[in-house]
């Protein structure tokens, strides 16, 4: 009985830590706007700079380039860093996996669905430009349409 109190304690666990870090991830993202998607959003870097340093139209346009190409290098990191990241989330899966009843498994199952989900919705909304997420999203909608 302790052993699947304990169980179920790191499974919650696990989640909230991985919601935390989701959640303070997306809020990073969203306010620095550093992975978008070539839409200049309200947040954006360029933007917040315009505003507090009262740059000059001139001084904006040689400002996005810089800030899109730190954008496209942010990414480029995430991405090799990204395979490992995988290999330990789903290694700590499996072995959630091995503590949880057929009828857990099904729950879990359908919870890492929506986290999957989610992650790939917002890998796709922050991706920038010509990036695979945002050319897998083009695809995506094309075979919808």
């Not at 700079?49 to 480029?76: A, F, H, S, V």
């Not at 917002?122 to 990036?131: L, Q």
Request: net charge neutral; with cysteine.
């Amino acid at each position: 009985m302790m052993g699947s109190r304990r169980a179920v304690v790191y499974l919650a666990l696990v989640f909230v830590l991985g919601f935390a870090c989701g959640a303070l991830a997306t809020y990073w993202a969203e306010k620095n706007a550093w992975f978008h998607s070539g839409k200049k959003e309200d947040h954006s870097p360029l933007q917040w700079l315009t505003r507090e340093l009262d740059l000059t139209p001139e001084q904006q346009k040689e400002l996005e380039p810089i800030l899109d190409k730190t954008g496209r290098e942010y990414y480029r990191l995430f991405e090799k860093v990204r395979p490992e990241f995988e290999a330990i989330r789903q290694e700590t899966r499996g072995k959630i996996r091995a503590l949880l009843t057929e009828a857990q498994r099904a729950k879990f199952e359908e919870l890492v669905r929506e986290i999957e989900e989610r992650e790939a919705r917002h890998r796709e909304k922050y991706a920038p430009p010509d990036s695979p997420a945002e050319n897998e999203g083009k695809q995506k909608e094309s075979q919808t349409q």
